[in-house]
Structure formats: structure tokens, C-alpha cells
């Protein structure tokens, strides 16, 4: 059984910083690559950061050079560490734990965290 927890979302102001963290249980958690998504209302969900079983990052050209995804195997979490928050950053953010590659992935989400960008 795979469980995904996410805190430390709140509101902030704009130029402000977070720090997201997702807890993961589940066995063989350094071989998967981990995500950070996340969805506003009315609109999709949209990838914002992954990072893969050899820490290899990628990021949504929205939050590139703001946003800083890492992951603690040892420890089974993985961090979004997110500075110079915008208004349109307000989202319910969702930590994702990818098994697979292309069709055959699955994925596995946690209750996401929300996040409020406002003066």
C-alpha cells in the first residue's frame, strides 16, 4: 500500500516562500520518480516538478529559477521549496509517485495541500 502525504501549505504573501513535504510510505521509494503537481479551480492539473530515482529535476517554465524540488530517500520525503510565490501560484498542490514508464505507469496521489498566494 502506497500512502502519499503532503503539508505545509498555507497563504502567503506575494515574494513570499513555502516549503511543501510529502511523506511516502511504501517500499522502494528511491527507484521512482517523484512529482509535484497541481491544479487551480477551473483549470487542469499541471505538472510542476519531478525528480527521478538518480535526482535528475525538471520543472514547468512557470516556476523555473523560483521553485526547487529534492527528495530524501532515506527518509522517504521529498520537498518543494518554493520562493518568490506569485498570485498565480495559488493551487492545491499533490505530491505523485510515478511506478512505470508511458502507458503502463501508475501513479499514486496524496490529498494534496493548498496553497494561497495573497496580499
Known amino acids: 500500500q502506497v500512502q502519499l502525504v503532503e503539508s505545509g501549505g498555507g497563504l502567503v504573501q506575494p515574494g513570499g516562500s513555502l516549503r511543501l513535504s510529502c511523506r511516502v510510505s511504501?517500499?522502494?521509494?528511491?527507484?521512482?520518480?517523484m512529482g509535484w503537481y497541481r491544479q487551480a479551480p477551473g483549470k487542469q492539473r499541471e505538472l510542476v516538478a519531478v525528480?527521478?530515482?538518480?535526482?535528475?529535476?525538471n520543472y514547468a517554465d512557470s516556476v523555473k529559477g523560483r521553485f526547487t524540488i529534492s527528495r530524501d530517500n532515506a527518509e522517504k520525503m521529498v520537498y518543494l521549496q518554493m520562493n518568490s510565490l506569485k498570485p498565480e501560484d495559488t493551487a492545491v498542490y499533490y505530491c505523485?509517485?510515478?511506478?512505470?514508464?508511458?502507458?503502463?505507469?501508475?501513479?499514486?496521489w496524496g490529498q494534496g495541500t493548498q496553497v494561497t498566494v495573497s496580499s
Open positions: 525528480i527521478t530515482s538518480s535526482s535528475s529535476t
Open positions: 505523485n509517485q510515478k511506478r512505470g514508464v508511458g502507458s503502463a505507469a501508475i501513479d499514486y
Open positions: 511504501g517500499i522502494f521509494f528511491n527507484m521512482y520518480t
